[in-house]
């Protein structure tokens, strides 16, 4: 008998909760919250760029080559992949 009482009181529980959170998000008041958001994201985002620093280009003649790589790897070694099989 209690067990009943008890599953009957979690479900009454569960119910309300779907319950109360449906009728939060088809409230007038979410709608058009949800509306005004999605409306001034565009300026947001416009705001917020427009705030932002513009750096100089510093990055001319950084990259240089290493032409000793090129050097270094003349010596062939022989591969011992195959001899693990063996």
Do not use: C, H
């Not at 947001?44 to 100089?56: C, M, N, V, Y």
């Not at 000793?68 to 790897?73: A, T, Y």
């Amino acid at each position: 008998m209690i067990n009943k009482i008890i599953r009957l009181i979690i479900i009454i529980i569960v119910l309300s909760f779907f319950g109360f959170s449906f009728n939060y998000y088809i409230s007038d008041k979410n709608i058009n919250t949800v509306k005004n958001n999605r409306e001034n994201l565009e300026f947001k985002i416009f705001e917020s760029t427009s705030a932002l620093p513009l750096l100089p280009n510093d990055t001319n003649n950084v990259i240089e080559f290493n032409s000793g790589f090129e050097n270094s790897n003349k010596q062939n070694y022989k591969r011992s992949f195959w001899e693990l099989f063996k």
